[in-house]
């Protein structure tokens, strides 16, 4: 098949819209997507500082990538989360990534910052649960502390259906009314933006591929056979019978996304005595699941210093 654009072999189909197309006009055809994703939702100004955090992953290093081509303020962060060989090989891969795209890279390293990694806490809270928590906060900490206006994610269609679908079946109606391409910041809350919102894994993966991006593909040995992945299989199976179901799927929840308001409850946020932090009670979730006596510092030492910084 012929790219429907210079007529040179094909490097892709398209499912929807349905066409072929070459690499060199792939790549062209998303990076325009990703820009009009950014203009439609208003997700970046031009002058943002843009903190996009880099797992080793393809979504994350695509984000990066595409905005630093778009013009966008990039700065990268991985967050070594101490789980072995799965994390180390990830930060070999982040630090490759962010050779490629041109921006500079910080790395946090949890052992290093908590004595611990994750896996390695004597808790009943189930790993995942506090890895989600140490990242979250982490990331949020840093871009805070550091400045930045904006943290982008590599969040795209495909996560972003089965995130709906899977609380629309468990019913989980306070999620549904909040999720979307822009989550807006408060207070010490940083912004986060979806720059990948309407393009497909299949999509992310084949633009890595054509600029070269390598990325890390083994799981976490933590990650257990998510039931995200079945949600994502039966998306993937309606979206073969009916190309579109997915972006339609998800635009139809923006429209009608209004409709869960009602079930948000309003959190009364203090500051975490501790660390300053947006927190429920006394202490926040990260620093009392750490049992922290000091606020962990994330401030970046020297900023000519592209080396990554200890805690
Ligand atoms: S949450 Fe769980 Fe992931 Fe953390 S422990 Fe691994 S699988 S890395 S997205
Ligand atoms: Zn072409
Ligand atoms: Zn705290």
Request: charged share 30%; hydrophobic share 35%; aromatic share 10%.
């Amino acid at each position: 098949m012929r790219c429907r654009v210079c007529g040179e072999k094909a490097f892709i189909k398209l499912h929807y819209p349905k066409m072929y197309l070459c690499a060199d006009h792939f790549v062209e055809y998303f990076e325009r997507k990703v820009k009009r994703t950014i203009e439609k939702y208003k997700l970046l100004k031009p002058d943002e500082k843009v903190l996009v955090v880099i797992s080793g992953g393809k979504d994350s290093a695509v984000t990066a990538y595409v905005l630093k081509k778009l013009g966008y303020n990039v700065e990268c962060l991985h967050i070594n989360l101490g789980i072995g060989e799965y994390s180390e090989k990830s930060e070999q891969y982040a630090r490759e990534q962010c050779r490629i795209i041109g921006a500079p890279l910080h790395v946090v390293n949890v052992r290093e910052l908590l004595g611990k990694g994750i896996g390695e806490v004597r808790t009943r809270r189930p790993t995942c649960s506090y890895c989600g928590l140490t990242k979250r906060y982490l990331f949020n900490k840093f871009a805070y502390d550091n400045g930045f206006d904006v943290i982008a994610t590599g969040h795209n269609l495909d996560d972003e259906a089965s995130f709906i679908f899977s609380n629309l079946m468990n019913w989980n109606t306070e999620y549904l009314a909040k999720q979307g391409p822009v989550l807006p910041g408060e207070g010490k809350f940083v912004r986060k933006v979806k720059p990948l919102y309407e393009l497909t894994e299949r999509e992310v993966v084949a633009y890595a591929l054509a600029v070269g991006l390598e990325y890390i593909v083994d799981e976490c040995p933590h990650a257990r056979g998510a039931t995200t992945i079945e949600y994502k299989e039966i998306l993937n199976e309606m979206e073969e019978k009916r190309p579109g179901t997915k972006i339609n799927f998800v635009k139809g929840y923006l429209r009608k996304r209004h409709l869960f308001e009602a079930e948000l409850r309003e959190i009364e946020l203090k500051e975490c005595k501790l660390c300053g932090m947006p927190a429920q009670g006394e202490k926040c979730s990260f620093c009392k699941f750490w049992g922290l006596e000091e606020p962990v510092t994330l401030k970046i030492a020297n900023t000519d210093d592209e080396e990554p910084f200890g805690p």
